[in-house]
């Protein structure tokens, strides 16, 4: 089996010293080195080696070097080719997909979603910020949650633009960013500066087990699938669909109310192909 798909389908929680052992595996060319040497490199003991091997579910180390191995030689086989590793295929592709939807409960329990809902059921103003790739998936979010009735600001990536539209971010308001593959530049600027200004902040990724500092209010984590090269934006849209319905029950009386009254606004404003009319 791959490494790379063992650590993606993985969700145990890993100590400073075992996400430092980690860290070195996940370099290139490690499977020629020994526990001992992985070890010297994450300035820890072989003893933490062995243990975080046996926490994904090896035997031992010489398990998990195989499994090294196989990776290497995938890559040296597949080259750049888009899910050389796992099967272009339609129903390879599909298999995939469906595997990392039936665990996303795993990753994310039902109580994380409410207490992240709750947040955002309590402010005037929601900030949404990310890096250019997850642009489409931040834009379906917040159409969510102006579905809701919720007011959303898109944050813009550059310096100045970002500033004009974070100057009011205040106690009345939550800050939701996307951390897909690897953080945005200024994510960790952004939650410490809403935490200064008393507001509230979210983060989505899906690197379950990593220690964002400043931590955000509330971290939502789930692998995405377990192809490491070709990973679909499939997770993170489940995610913002069930944000919005964890908003939505939280007071299902004043966000039907405000559906309502789109609908309404839609049919005045000559949406009567896109809303039909209520009897």
């Not at 091997?53 to 990776?71: C, F, I, M």
């Not at 996303?104 to 990310?130: C, G, K, N, W």
């Not at 945005?184 to 500092?213: H, M, N």
């Not at 849209?237 to 789109?262: N, T």
């Amino acid at each position: 089996m791959s490494f790379k798909a063992v650590v993606a389908s993985s969700a145990v929680q890993l100590s400073a010293s075992e996400e430092r052992v980690m860290n070195v595996l996940m370099g290139d060319q490690m499977s020629g080195i020994t526990a001992a040497e992985v070890a010297d490199r994450a300035k820890t003991h072989e003893s933490t080696v062995v243990r975080l091997a046996k926490k994904l579910g090896y035997r031992g180390y010489p398990e998990l070097r195989s499994d090294l191995r196989r990776d290497e030689e995938a890559t040296e086989t597949s080259g750049t080719i888009m899910r050389g590793e796992s099967g272009y295929d339609l129903s390879a592709f599909i298999s995939d997909e469906i595997r990392a939807l039936k665990r996303l409960p795993h990753f994310v329990p039902q109580e994380d979603m409410e207490a992240a809902a709750r947040i955002l059921h309590e402010s005037r103003t929601v900030y949404l910020f990310s890096n250019n790739d997850e642009r489409s998936t931040l834009d379906l979010l917040s159409r969510r949650l102006r579905r809701l009735g919720l007011t959303t600001v898109m944050l813009a990536p550059t310096p100045k633009d970002l500033a004009e539209r974070f100057v009011s971010f205040d106690e009345h308001s939550t800050l939701i960013s996307l951390a897909l593959r690897e953080a945005p530049r200024q994510l960790a600027t952004l939650t410490a500066e809403a935490a200064r200004r008393g507001g509230k902040s979210i983060v989505i990724s899906d690197v379950p087990g990593y220690r964002f500092r400043p931590s955000p209010d509330h971290l939502i984590a789930a692998r995405r699938g377990d192809d490491t090269e070709y990973r679909t934006q499939l997770i993170p849209v489940a995610l913002a669909y069930a944000l919005q319905l964890a908003i939505f029950h939280l007071d299902p009386i004043r966000y039907q109310a405000v559906r309502d009254s789109i609908d309404d606004l839609t049919r005045l404003f000559g949406g009567t192909d896109e809303i039909p009319l209520r009897a």
